[in-house]
T-cell receptor, first 113, second 114 residues
């Protein structure tokens, strides 16, 4: 089983649609969670951290279920500029205080007019 | 000012050559990383340094040798390049003890082996 698993998509949605991405992770000791966004031929950039209580940033909502080892990202009112690859990222410090990010393979989103 | 900068941005070279990629961060972070993103787009950590000390080495072939002259720099030297080394290499940095802190990435070095 992969450490971090995502549906690779691609997801093709019209502008204004709501789309949800899911991610599962295998290490129950994982300590922190993120969604990153990567545009074509660019570096990954932090979209948002994911907290146990769930958190929202504008049109983006992230949820974490530790019992099920499941993370989700919901995008409301999709914009053309949301087209990118969305990376589920889990931090497994392995008992140390240093971050070791494990990336999912990414979910490709294309928003069309 | 670019927070994490890598040079060169593109590197095209022949099999068997030795090459280096440089990385510098001006964020004042203590921890720096090298990642490899292959053709299938998987991003995998290679090395992590904290204050010039190696923290993570993810079973990378010893042809790859990171060097950190100070905490703001982490360079990657690759000996005897192979076709399978073709990938995009990303440098990143974060605050020390960064369990809950994100990493900031450079814009990548695209390495192509002929």
């Amino acid at each position: 089983r992969k450490e971090v698993e995502q549906d690779p998509g691609p997801f093709n949605v019209p502008e204004g649609a709501t789309v949800a991405f899911n991610c599962t992770y295998s290490n129950s000791a994982s300590q922190s969670f993120f969604w990153y966004r990567q545009d074509c031929r660019k570096e990954p950039k932090l979209l948002m951290s994911v907290y146990s209580s769930g958190n929202e940033d504008g049109r983006f909502t992230a949820q974490l279920n530790r019992a099920s080892q499941y993370i989700s990202l919901l995008i409301r009112d999709s914009k053309l500029s949301d087209s990118a690859t969305y990376l589920c990222v889990v931090n497994n410090a392995g008992g140390t205080s240093y971050g070791k990010l494990t990336f999912g393979q990414g979910t490709i989103l294309t928003v069309h007019p | 000012d670019t927070a994490v900068s890598q040079t060169p941005k593109y590197l095209v070279t022949q099999m068997g050559n030795d090459k280096s990629i440089k990385c510098e961060q001006n964020l004042g972070h203590d921890t720096m990383y090298w990642y490899k993103q292959d053709s299938k787009k998987f991003l995998k950590i290679m090395f992590s340094y904290n204050n010039k000390e190696l923290i993570i080495n993810e079973t990378v072939p010893n042809r790859f040798s990171p060097k950190s002259p100070d905490k703001a720099h982490l360079n990657l030297h690759i000996n005897s390049l192979e076709l399978g080394d073709s990938a995009v290499y990303f440098c990143a940095s974060s605050i020390q003890g960064a369990q809950g802190q994100p990493q900031h990435f450079g814009d990548g070095t695209r390495l192509s082996i002929l």
